[in-house]
Nanobody, 123 residues
């Protein structure tokens, strides 16, 4: 049974940092492309970042490029999202995502979702 469990969300002031973690079980994360999405109130879920199974390819949404870093530890079956220079526009529920294939850009590319973790950035 595939499970993705996010942690690390919380309340932070603008300019601060948070590190989100996604712990996977029920499958070997090392063979899959993983990603992060986020959803703010009254908005559609949007792509944030993706990392290929070999970690040789990472891609970011323009809105987070240069501030967020996605990484993975296949030995720990975990994926991370380091978020720096946070601003109020980053406030959202953040979701870990297991890709259907090697490409993740849209929600349709996701096979499994975590339950999400809330990130709130105060101004």
């Amino acid at each position: 049974q595939v499970q993705l469990v996010e942690s690390g969300g919380g309340l932070v002031q603008a300019g601060g940092s948070l590190r989100l973690s996604c712990s996977a079980s029920g499958f070997a994360l090392s063979s899959f492309t993983m990603g992060w999405f986020r959803q703010a109130p009254d908005k559609e879920r949007e792509f944030v970042a993706v990392i290929r199974w070999s970690a040789d390819h990472r891609y970011y949404a323009d809105s987070v490029k240069g501030r967020f870093t996605i990484s993975r530890d296949n030995a720990k079956n975990a994926v991370y999202l380091q978020m720096n220079s946070l601003n109020p526009e980053d406030t959202a529920f953040y979701y870990c995502a297991l890709g259907r294939a090697t490409y993740i850009r849209r929600a349709e590319d996701v096979a499994y979702w975590g339950q999400g973790t809330q990130v709130t950035v105060s101004s």
